[in-house]
Structure formats: C-alpha cells, structure tokens
C-alpha cells in the first residue's frame, strides 16, 4: 500500500537563459509509517522535491512534467484552497532552522492552537488542551505554563521541538522534515532525531527525512534516496544501500562520511563539484567526476531501473544487475 | 517595564534640557533686548534699571536657571510684539494646528496601511502598479506645490472647498475646534490633504517594502505549510510584523509633521502654531519662537517615548521584564 507517490516530477524554473529543470524526473514512493531519508549535496534538489510534495513551489517555478499522488488521488493538479486544506492535516513539513521558522509575536500557544482549529473541528479550550498535550509530548517542560511564552523564550532546541508540534498537531500521514538538526547544537541533533523517531512510531506519521548525515539515515531510516543535480540516481533500502552501494556517487558518499564537525560543502573523496541546473551535460551528470565512466556515459543520461526495491541509474550496474 | 518608562523619562528630561539652553540662548543672539525696550535717548541708568528689572544682570546661569524654571511652569514671558504672553499666544494657535496633524497623521494610516498591503499582496496587478508610480510622484513633488494645485482644482476652479481659513469653530472651553461645523470640516479638507500626502506615501511605500519583506520569510512559509488560510497569514502572522517598524518611523514622522505644518498653514492661512512662527520669525518675536521651538520638542519628545513603549507592546522579545524560560 502506497501513501504517496511522486511519479517523473520534472519542475522547472523560467530564467532569462532558458527554462532549467531544478529537478528532473523525480519518482519515489513512501508507505504508511515509513521513513525515507534523503541525501545529496547542497542543490540536488532535495528540498525542491518536498516543495513540490507541499504544493508550495515558489512562482515562477512550477511542475513542468509528472505527477504526484496521495491515496492513489492526485494532488499537484488541485485547486489552491484545496491544496491547502492538506497541508498541515495530510502533509506536514518541518523546516531547517527553527530559530526562524516560528512567528516571533504569537505565544506558541497561539500558533498551536490556530493550526488545530485550522484543521480540526474544536473548539478553543478543547485545542488548547490538544496544543498543552502536544508540548508534552515533544517533550517541553512544564507544557501548561510555557504554552502562552514566546518563541524567543525558548532554546533553539527546544523551538526544534515545538516546531515538530506544530507540524504533527493536525496529525497528518506525512511529514517531510528538511533537514530538521542542521541549524542546531550537535549535541541536541541527536535528542531531536530520536524524538522523531518516537513519534513517527507512536502515530504512524510517515517521514521523508533529509539529512547529510549518513549516520542519522543508518540509525533512523527504513529505505534511503540518493539525489545528484536534480535526479534521484539511486533508492533502495538503508541496509542495503550503504552496504553495498551501486552508484559510484553513493559510493563516494559513503566514503566522505565525516565522522564528527560540520559537513564539507564539497565532498573531499570527490573531485570536481556538482553541475548547476541549466548546465548539465547530456549525458550522466556524474560523469565528469566519476572514477571510472564509460564512453556511453558522457552521451546518454541512464534512467532509474530496478525492481521496487531497489534502483539506480547508472549505466555500470546495468551489465551486472544486483 | 517599569525601569525602562524611568530610563525614558530621565533622558527625555535631558534632552529638554538642551532644547531650553538652545532657544534660551536664541535671546543672546538677537542682540540686546534692552535696546528695543527703552527710549532711543535713554541714560545708561534708566538702561541699568531696565537691565535690573528683566534680570539681564545677574550671570548666565542663573538666567537659564529661572528660563527654566519658568518654562517648566509654562511661561515664556510676553510677546516683544504684541505684548500679549506667549503662553497664551500659542494656546491660542494650538488646536488649529493639533486638528489639521491629527487629521493628516489619521488619514495617512488610515489609507497608508491598507494601500500598501493591498501593492503587497498583489504586485503585478494593475492598480498596485499605479498605486506605486502615483506614489513615486506624491514623494517627490514639494508639498506646497501640492497645495496650491489643490487650491487650483477643488477652490477655484470647481469651488467645493475653502482655499484659507479653518471656517467656523466652535469653543469648547479653551480648545476651539473646527470639527463640530460644516464649514469648519470643509476648510480641514485641503491643508490635512497636503500635510498628509508626503506621509501617505511614505507609510504606503512602507508597509509595501516591510510586508514583501515578512512574507518571504521562514515563519510565514512555515505557516503556509501548516495549511492556515491566507486571510490569517497575511492579516494575522504578517501585519503584525509588519507594522512594528512601521510604527516607529510614522512616530518619528509625526514630529515631521508638525514641523511641515509651518508650511501647510503658510499655503493656506491656518491660523496655526507654524503660522504663528513665521510670523514670529519676520518680527524677531524670540520669547515666541524659543516657546514654539520647547513646545515642538517637548510633542517630539512625548511622540518618541509613546512610540517606543508600544514597540514594546507589539513585540514581545523587546518586554524587557517579561519572565525568560529555561534555556
Ligand atoms: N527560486 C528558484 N529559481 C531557480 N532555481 C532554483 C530556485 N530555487 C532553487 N533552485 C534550484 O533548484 C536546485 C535544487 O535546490 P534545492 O534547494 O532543492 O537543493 P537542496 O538539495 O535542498 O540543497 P541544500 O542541501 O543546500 O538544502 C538548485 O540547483 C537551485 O539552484
Ligand atoms: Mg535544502
């Protein structure tokens, strides 16, 4: 059974050179209850696909090609209020930095509250309750006392934390958290993902998880999505994937995992950096940093093949299928 | 909070302070008053007498001790023009000039706001694109120029509105106001309409820029994502950012439409505080102009505390003694 699937999403940016594709021919799919992480480096497009998901692809962007389906209806193709009505109660999203992503003049309470009401048919002290128990549960102090403070009263921890209320508070089926520890403390990122983990348990939230760190998609993720330069280049399952790597990108990530400290903007065992939308080569966009491309490669860009499992695109594995 | 209205007070305080040692030495600079006020053939000791009398001969800091003192009390002294004191004179010009700053610092917000919303949700659409090359125009054309374009159309030509004068008042004790008669609102129309222009612009243009600002940000994005309305993120989560800084440079406008008033009431004969000032300026009336200039500073002083303090009412993360939670 599947929740949601993204099916050869293409979305495309007009610009005075040209339209460019930020992502191109996107397709993956998440069960009930499941988490997918995603990495790639900065401008894969990872956070563009969950835009897209949202519905919330800042203009003049827009879904040039593709579809994207909720319980098999699709939803790219709605009406604004419509789409509207699903985010918060079918998808939610929790952004990168919740230093910013809270409304400095609304107490939390305020926030929480509204997006309950938004959503459910309550009345004001019943999503009062809802918003107190929420708190509880993402584990704030004292819920009844700091419900009616404001953001700026709060750790950049703990803000993490009721944004993670605010998104799951209409409980909906999906979540996409972008990147959800990257602004924070490491010493905190570990506290907030297991969070995450929990409730995603506890409720049966799916997650779409991106993250640049191949330690948190080992510990929390059940199948993981390889994005480079706009294209998924390979997804199958956690284990799987980073124990026996297919694409030599995913190889090469696995290899420049860093330990401990701020990710490297370009991977080290890499060499070269990624190519811009607009400026992609014809072919494989990996080839010119790949460590051992073929003639094919630099002319004809490989498509995602696989079984449902398990996919990549890379004209390498295509001679010993897996 | 508390600590915070004291710290303002005290340094309000020092800043009058200043103002008062400006115009009291706005005296000093105009001469020797005593030369105007006795006869051209007086003796050095009917000078001295005279000299005695105002108290010119004690040292200067005792004289700016009792301009003080007396200024606190609000008295200025008489006016070397007419005789009359200028505490009177100038409460006598204070409402007209207080209805016509209200009325333009009203209209200014009152369509300011809503306009500049209106261009930031909709910047492409037609009338925001007019709303903003009309503001362009009404930012950089001289307001007096405004004002007798104004009289052109709406009094000479089709002769709906008075071009000078408040019309009638009516007295309600000292304050006479213009806004209980016919005639007294119709002759308000032009001058708030001049005084306000430059303001309505600025606040429209504001509030413009600061919306589209608040907009892109990550709160309202998140907002978004939870699925509010729009009506809430633009009305509830936007404009109350929004306005924050907008109210404090409408304060510190304010103030500059006091002094622009000078101007307003110059266009149209308001019998106002700036006219009275001009006046004042053409005589060498200094007891005038140094009261005109205490009373101005001391509205701007006022304005600028008010408006800090609702900036902390608006904002939370600037209510000093709000209790800090847990970090
Ligand atoms: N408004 C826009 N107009 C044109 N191109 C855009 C726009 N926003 C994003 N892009 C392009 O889309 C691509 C994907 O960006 P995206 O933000 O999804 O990357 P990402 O994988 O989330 O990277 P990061 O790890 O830095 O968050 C980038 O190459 C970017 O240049
Ligand atoms: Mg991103």
Redesign the interface.
Known sequence: MTLLSVENLTVAFPGRRGTVNAIENVSLSISPGEILGMVGESGAGKSMTGAAI?G?IEPPGRIAEGRILLDGQRIDTLRPEEM??????QI??I?Q?PL????????VGEQLI??IQ??LKLSHSEARERAIDWLRRVGI?APEA?ID??P????GG?RQRV?IA??LC?EPRLVIADEPTTALDVSVQAQIIALLRRLARETGVAVILVTHDMGVIAETADRVAVMYAGRIVEIGQVADVLKNPRHPYTSGLMASIPRIGPRPEVLPQIEGAMPRPGNRPEGCAFAPRCPHPVERCTRVRPALEGTATASVACHLTEEVPA | MLGFLIRRIIQSVFVMLAVALIAFMMFRFMGDPVNSMVAENATTEERDAVRARLGLDQPLWMQYGRFVGRAAQGDFGLSWRNARPVSTLLAERFPATAELVLVAAGLSLLLGIPLGILTALRPNSFSAQTLQFLSLIGISLPTFVTGILLILVFSVWLGWLPSFGRGEVVDIGWWSTGFLTLSGLKALVLPSVMLCLFQLTLIMRLVRAEMMEVLR???I??????????R?INF??AL??TL?PVITIFGLQLGGLIAFAIITETVFQWPGMGALFIQAVSFGDVPVMAAYLVLVSLIFVVINTTVDLLYAV????LRVD??????
């Not at chain 1, 509207?84 to 109660?89: E, L």
């Open positions: 949202i919330l509207r009505r699903i985010r918060g109660r939610g999203a952004f930095d910013t992503s809270l409304n400095p003049v609304l107490t509204e997006t938004t959503h102090p700091r403070t404001y700026h009263q709060y750790s703990m944004v605010l998104a209409a | 940000t990550d709160y994005k998140f907002a978004r994502a939870r699925g509010l309305p729009s809430s509830r989560h109350r950012n924050i608006l904002d939370p993360r709000s209790p800090r939670g847990a970090h």
